[in-house]
């Protein structure tokens, strides 16, 4: 009688550290959603009064353009990432994380070299108001995904990270797309709009 030997069955987790990330990100986003509705209220009222939103220059499109370029290059890296880790591909996880960390410095270093470049205080006006906590609000979002992409990046390079363990790539790129689709709409409502 030949004795066969069967492995157990892998458990089929449940994804609770992707359905925690949905969650909060949906958290953040209804931040800002609510941030954009103040916003978008208290431009249109203005303009109905005819009174001056931004004063002439302080918005232009070429910075934020820019940074709408870069979030949208990171999205496809992050794709790019949990591609890699779904099919094993640590040398293309441990590629495509790092550039998208580093964009997302880039594009937080731009942010920061525009505000100083406009030269506006907070209290300027309401707009100006606004427009610091909207994006310095984001710029925070950003800064978040980063650190997380690094703390990942760390964890692979530790050889930790592999296609069973993709929930932890798939949180995070959950919440860099919400990232790039918050800055969409700031690209478009503020910086497109004015």
């Not at 293309?92 to 550039?99: D, E, F, K, V």
């Not at 030269?119 to 427009?131: G, K, M, N, R």
């Not at 906590?133 to 990046?153: D, K, T, Y």
């Amino acid at each position: 009688m030949s004795s066969t030997t069967f492995s157990p069955a892998v458990p089929n987790r449940p994804r609770t550290l992707v359905i925690g990330s949905a969650l909060a990100t949906s958290g953040v986003l209804m931040f800002f959603g609510g941030l954009f509705a103040l916003y978008f209220s208290r431009r249109a009222d203005a303009m109905a009064w005819g009174t001056e939103w931004f004063p002439e220059g302080a918005i232009r499109l070429p910075p934020g353009g820019m940074n709408m370029a870069t979030m949208a290059l990171s999205a496809i890296t992050m794709a790019w990432a949990v591609y890699s880790v779904i099919n094993n591909d640590r040398i293309h996880s441990y590629l495509a994380m790092a550039i998208t960390a580093v964009m997302g410095v880039a594009m937080l270093n731009q942010t920061v070299f525009y505000f100083n470049d406009i030269a506006l205080p907070i209290d300027h006006s309401e707009a100006t108001t606004f427009l610091f906590v909207i994006v310095g609000a984001h710029m925070a979002m950003v800064l978040v995904g980063v650190f997380w992409l690094g703390l990942l990046l760390l964890r692979a390079l530790g050889g930790q990270d592999t296609s069973r363990n993709r929930d932890l790539v798939s949180a995070a790129a959950l919440y860099w797309y919400a990232a790039v689709a918050v800055y969409m709409v700031i690209w478009l409502g503020i910086y497109i709009a004015k």
